[in-house]
């Protein structure tokens, strides 16, 4: 149950990371294994694919300790850290920071004159490391007596609490399993509160068919502290978000062109003084406020709805996307280079037991899984396909998607297979309970010609003799 393979996964960690809810769960039910102070228990929980499977890891913690958004929690500290580009804009003492974020942990940096003049370099560094959700929570060489009075100041009252919480355990173990609960809340609160600049944001968003004046960018980004226009197409609508390079950064396609120089957001590199942006002079001359949109695509038609979702995982990594948008989203997350929310968004669509309640095609979908790699989805419409055939056999796109199948082999020869063929073949076997060598599928059925199962052969057959007639029809073989 616990074992590991040649790469060290488990079965555990192969089910987490891939999705599998179901499966994960059953796999605690029978015994399995998860400590986050161990290697194979963390990579389990940081690699767990939705809050789903996240959450029900955490039930079976034996630690109950946590780092349970790894990917947002990374990318915040590397603000703080190591920056790949510079989007600071505020300074105190040795550190360079960002108003929006501190803002949002805390009112009392809304403050027009924040003054930390007397207060030591140590108990800053474990202020701005507990902001920006740095995991190491050192007290070393910190005035203790000083950092509750800069947390009494701040507001940050649960990093008061967390400082006696670590001081009051004797042993190394319960301080690390202290630091563990301290981070698994210093994160959750940290979404939450990310929760609700995004909803901020996208309720102050502005729709304007034309560009926006200087006025009215001003008036859009300044009061989230905010250093770029998101415009995007979406449906009719052409709306304008306040966006922060900070967070658009966590996707490639962003970062790669923040980091070009030959776009708008250049601008930057004039306002920036030794790793820090001056926003004042940037709103002062608000006509020259980036605006940055989605990649150009013919594909790549959103919703407004998509749109949020995008923002929902890039600023606190929502991993909830509703199957009516999960088409959208995942083209949209490979164009932008996001792969945990591709997968996630295939994960939703393959979830889907019925398309047309969605109003999107099997065959797009099937179409979409070939251009953007997902076997998953390959596997889903396969299945989809098997289970209802005779319905499908009727279609007449059924037999161009087939056509499109084949094609996709380069240099086909005559008897080579086609995949899709060879994937509703397998599920055909599966959905009569036949194995490839004419079997059933069940161990502890007894092969023997009886009635049920000869009345499974003779319909696995028919399906087969359907499937055959069109590639016949068609010239195919395979």
């Not at 509703?322 to 083209?331: G, I, K, R, S």
Request: aromatic content about 8%; some cysteine.
């Amino acid at each position: 149950m616990n074992q590991l393979d040649e790469w060290d996964y488990s079965p555990l960690i192969l089910a987490s990371i891939c999705g599998h809810e179901k499966v994960v769960r059953l796999l605690l039910e029978k015994g399995a294994i998860v400590n986050r102070d161990t290697f194979e228990g963390s990579r389990a929980i940081y690699g767990a694919l939705t809050d789903a499977i996240r959450g029900l890891l955490l039930s079976y913690d034996i630690t109950k300790a946590v780092d349970v958004t790894q990917p947002f929690a990374s990318h915040i500290s590397a603000l703080l850290q190591r920056p790949s580009i510079a989007t600071a804009d505020v300074r105190i003492g040795d550190f360079r920071l960002h108003r929006f974020l501190l803002t949002v942990m805390s009112a009392y940096f809304a403050q027009p004159d924040v003054d930390f003049s007397g207060t030591s370099g140590q108990v800053l560094r474990f202020l701005f490391e507990y902001i920006y959700l740095v995991p190491s929570l050192d007290l070393k060489g910190v005035d203790v007596d000083e950092l509750r009075r800069v947390a009494d100041e701040t507001g940050l009252t649960y990093m008061r609490v967390a400082v006696d919480m670590i001081l009051a355990q004797k042993s190394a173990a319960d301080i690390n399993k202290t630091k563990n609960t301290v981070q698994h809340t210093m994160y959750e609160t940290a979404r939450q509160k990310l929760k609700v600049l995004v909803d901020g944001i996208v309720s102050n968003k502005i729709a304007k068919d034309g560009r926006l004046t200087a006025a009215e960018k001003r008036a859009l980004v300044a009061p989230w502290h905010a250093d770029l226009v998101f415009r995007v197409h979406a449906g009719s609508r052409t709306l304008h978000y306040a966006v922060h390079r900070a967070i658009f950064s966590r996707a490639e396609y962003y970062l790669t062109l923040f980091g070009s120089g030959f776009h708008d957001t250049a601008v930057f590199a004039e306002l920036e003084e030794d790793g820090v942006v001056d926003l004042d002079r940037l709103y002062a001359q608000a006509d020259a406020i980036p605006e940055i949109s989605l990649p150009s695509s013919d594909m790549l038609e959103i919703s407004e709805q998509t749109v949020e979702i995008l923002l929902r995982h890039l600023y606190f990594d929502e991993a909830d996307v509703p199957p009516q948008f999960a088409m959208e989203t995942l083209v949209l997350a490979d164009a932008l280079f996001i792969d945990r929310l591709k997968t996630i968004a295939a994960i939703s669509l393959s979830s889907i037991e019925d398309f047309s309640t969605v109003s999107i095609s099997v065959y797009d979908v099937l179409r979409a899984a070939w251009e953007f790699k997902v076997h998953r989805l390959e596997d889903r419409v396969a299945y989809l396909i098997a289970q209802d055939l005779d319905k499908f056999c009727a279609d007449p796109q059924f037999r161009d998607i087939i056509l499109e199948s084949s094609r996709r082999i380069s240099a086909r020869q005559e008897f080579d297979t086609i995949e899709l063929i060879d994937d509703i073949r397998f599920y055909l076997a599966k959905k009569h309970a036949i194995d490839q060598d004419g079997g059933t599928l069940n161990p502890t059925m007894a092969r023997v010609e009886n009635d049920e199962y000869l009345e499974r052969v003779r319909q696995y057959e028919q399906d087969i003799m359907a499937v055959d007639r069109i590639l016949e029809e068609l010239g195919l073989n395979a």
